[in-house]
């Protein structure tokens, strides 16, 4: 045999590896692109509904758990991928790679969980919506009953009891002050009931001085109250806040019903 026909076959075996590998790859990319798209299900339509997602950032977070699974899982099956190996080999790799993957989402789909958002409390004249990673969870015991327990999706509406000594009215705000507010401590909610919906609706501000404050945000403001089905008139706002930020308000109908959002900062 030549050198010529030496380097030929040589060609020849690398490309049929490239073809084989590619279409393993091609495959595994398939794959991991149902799995990524059942989380992101998981993740933005269970627990980070409107405006979560946007709100507290979770794109970010969960683009690195999609980057890992699409690109690097495909990448190592082109790379590993040989029609020399036998079939075990093959699915040996695979199964390898697969438990790479496998490990990294979970990981992944835990840290997006923990942060997840569980409570929507009335604070004073704002909503202020706590993740599950800052509920204070030593203090479950100490909450009302039917708040004892943080939803798995979705968040639970609470209002603030009032402080029962100057003692505790000082520690909660050196405890503010610190970062722990008291809608992240659950021996300070109360059940949100007709009192807390009362004073919401009493703090609660006609939406069209929104409007006037915020003329370089009008259109936004307008294209979330006509998908409320509401007229403008009709429409309160409350500053919606968390721990990451405060440039939010939740529109309110005349009952004082959550109806729309709003990225719209709503403090004077």
Same mark, same amino acid.
């Given at each position: 045999?030549?050198?010529?026909?030496?380097?030929?076959?040589?060609?020849?075996?690398?490309? $049929? !590896?490239?073809?084989?590998?590619?279409?393993?790859?091609?495959?595994? =990319? %398939? #794959?991991? +692109?149902?799995? *990524?798209?059942?989380?992101?299900?998981?993740?933005?339509?269970?627990?980070?509904?409107?405006?979560?997602?946007?709100?507290?950032?979770?794109?970010?977070?969960?683009?690195?758990?999609?980057?890992?699974?699409?690109?690097?899982?495909?990448?190592?099956?082109?790379?590993?991928?040989?029609?020399?190996?036998?079939?075990?080999?093959?699915?040996?790799?695979?199964?390898?790679?697969?438990?790479?993957?496998?490990?990294?989402?979970?990981?992944?789909?835990?840290?997006?969980?923990? $942060? !997840?958002?569980?409570?929507?409390?009335?604070?004073?004249?704002?909503? =202020? %919506? #706590?993740? +599950?990673?800052? *509920?204070?969870?030593?203090?479950?015991?100490?909450?009302?009953?039917?708040?004892?327990?943080?939803?798995?999706?979705?968040?639970?509406?609470?209002?603030?009891?009032?402080?029962?000594?100057?003692?505790?009215?000082?520690?909660?705000?050196?405890?503010?002050?610190?970062?722990?507010?008291?809608?992240?401590?659950?021996?300070?909610?109360?059940?949100?009931?007709?009192?807390?919906?009362?004073?919401?609706?009493?703090?609660?501000?006609?939406?069209?001085?929104?409007?006037?404050?915020?003329?370089?945000?009008?259109?936004?403001?307008?294209?979330?109250?006509?998908?409320?089905?509401?007229?403008?008139?009709?429409?309160?706002?409350?500053?919606?806040?968390?721990?990451?930020?405060?440039?939010?308000?939740?529109?309110?109908?005349?009952?004082?019903?959550?109806?729309?959002?709003?990225?719209?900062?709503?403090?004077?």
């Amino acid at each position: 045999m030549t050198i010529r026909n030496a380097a030929q076959g040589i060609t020849l075996s690398n490309m $049929a !590896r490239l073809r084989f590998a590619t279409r393993w790859a091609l495959g595994h =990319f %398939v #794959v991991s +692109a149902i799995a *990524v798209a059942l989380a992101a299900s998981l993740v933005f339509l269970a627990w980070y509904p409107a405006p979560w997602r946007q709100m507290l950032g979770v794109a970010a977070i969960f683009g690195v758990v999609v980057a890992v699974d699409l690109v690097c899982g495909p990448m190592l099956t082109f790379v590993l991928a040989s029609p020399r190996k036998t079939r075990r080999e093959r699915w040996v790799d695979l199964t390898l790679i697969a438990l790479i993957q496998l490990s990294a989402l979970g990981y992944g789909l835990w840290s997006v969980y923990e $942060a !997840r958002p569980v409570v929507l409390a009335f604070e004073v004249d704002r909503l =202020f %919506v #706590v993740t +599950a990673n800052e *509920v204070q969870t030593e203090f479950l015991g100490q909450a009302p009953q039917q708040l004892q327990t943080l939803p798995w999706a979705g968040v639970i509406r609470v209002g603030l009891r009032q402080s029962t000594s100057p003692q505790e009215y000082l520690s909660s705000v050196e405890q503010s002050i610190q970062g722990v507010t008291q809608a992240m401590r659950p021996n300070w909610w109360s059940p949100f009931d007709d009192k807390v919906k009362t004073a919401l609706r009493q703090k609660a501000k006609p939406l069209a001085e929104l409007i006037g404050k915020r003329p370089k945000q009008i259109d936004e403001i307008h294209e979330a109250a006509e998908r409320t089905r509401h007229k403008v008139d009709n429409l309160y706002y409350l500053p919606l806040t968390s721990s990451k930020d405060i440039g939010w308000v939740v529109l309110l109908d005349t009952s004082g019903e959550i109806v729309g959002h709003v990225p719209v900062d709503g403090f004077d």
